[in-house]
């Protein structure tokens, strides 16, 4: 089901007498439906929730963020608007899940990512459990061939699945998608914790030929570690970036599916961000993991929205 944009959502303080340059979010974010999907003439950004976790509940993690899409937006609202004024910031509102369909409502995604980039749009996709991973990679594999995946995250999510589709299954699926329609598996993980994944995972990365950066050597060579991403990002002619929120040390993202500890800092995924976004090979970025139900005072989704606002800048 589709759901939408929320014109409550949007909105927040007003500078008036700052013109122009004293303009945010609330104030810029067109509400948009897909009927009217078109290509812009100038850049255009595309927002699109995705409330699942059904993923994390099979994959028995603590539900709750399938309501993140909205409280990111919230987060997002009030913060002052730093782009191109060229750039149009387009809402499209949510894909929503019925008794627990992951499967169709995964299909709904996968058509309505592909569209967003065949009209040359940059989709950010708000999650919702990392099963959105999935839905955003099929959809931008619609459009393009070569693509490099890299993912900010504490965890491989390259279980095998078992009993269905999970939030811990998604990256290993893009492998089984691109074994069966003879393509390319490109995965590049940074911000790994040895002590969040069993040996059986590093063993099936091996195996899969991923690219693995620790949490560890982040932390103790920033430079090498972008180094390494930088190398990985010439290959391809697009980046399908994705970002999970529980890369983050659980002191400064309590609010998540799985928290961290010995996590990344919010300044070094800014810096990562930052590194992959220069390239201006990203195509589709998502924000996943955010629980509402075990935040405090919003901290995790407004670093969601910080990082967001950061990947624009």
């Not at 007498?17 to 810029?28: F, I, M, N, P, S």
């Not at 990203?282 to 929205?305: C, G, I, S």
Request: with cysteine; proline share 4%.
């Amino acid at each position: 089901m589709i759901e939408l944009p929320k014109e409550s959502i949007w909105t927040g303080r007003f500078d008036d007498e700052d013109g122009e340059l004293g303009k945010r979010w609330h104030q810029v974010v067109e509400l948009k439906n897909f009927n009217s999907l078109e290509i812009d003439s100038d850049p255009s950004i595309a927002l699109l929730g995705f409330c699942s976790d059904e993923g994390v509940k099979r994959n028995k993690g603590r539900v709750g963020a399938k309501n993140a899409p909205d409280l990111i937006r919230k987060a997002l609202a009030n913060l002052p608007y730093h782009q191109n004024t060229t750039t149009k910031i387009q809402d499209f509102g949510n894909v929503k899940l019925e008794d627990g369909n992951l499967e169709e409502s995964r299909e709904v995604q996968v058509e309505l990512v592909s569209e967003l980039v065949r009209h040359h749009k940059l989709p950010i996709i708000l999650g919702g459990g990392h099963e959105t991973a999935l839905g955003n990679y099929l959809g931008l594999a619609k459009q393009y061939f070569n693509i490099g995946v890299i993912n900010i995250d504490a965890h491989f999510d390259i279980r095998i699945p078992v009993e269905g589709s999970t939030s811990g299954t998604p990256f290993f699926e893009m492998a089984q998608f691109c074994q069966e329609n003879d393509r390319p598996f490109n995965y590049f993980c940074i911000g790994i914790q040895p002590l969040g994944n069993t040996s059986a995972l590093f063993e099936r990365a091996k195996e899969l030929g991923i690219t693995t950066i620790l949490a560890d050597e982040v932390q103790r060579n920033l430079e090498q570690s972008l180094k390494q991403l930088q190398d990985y990002i010439e290959k391809f002619d697009c980046i399908y970036l994705s970002l999970d929120l529980d890369v983050l040390d659980g002191a400064f993202a309590p609010g998540v599916s799985a928290p961290c500890a010995n996590g990344l800092t919010p300044i070094q995924v800014k810096t990562i961000i930052q590194t992959i976004i220069q390239s201006k090979k990203v195509k589709v970025f998502d924000v996943v993991e955010l629980n509402p139900e075990y935040d405090q005072d919003n901290r995790t989704a407004k670093l969601a929205a910080h990082l967001i606002g950061e990947f624009l800048a």
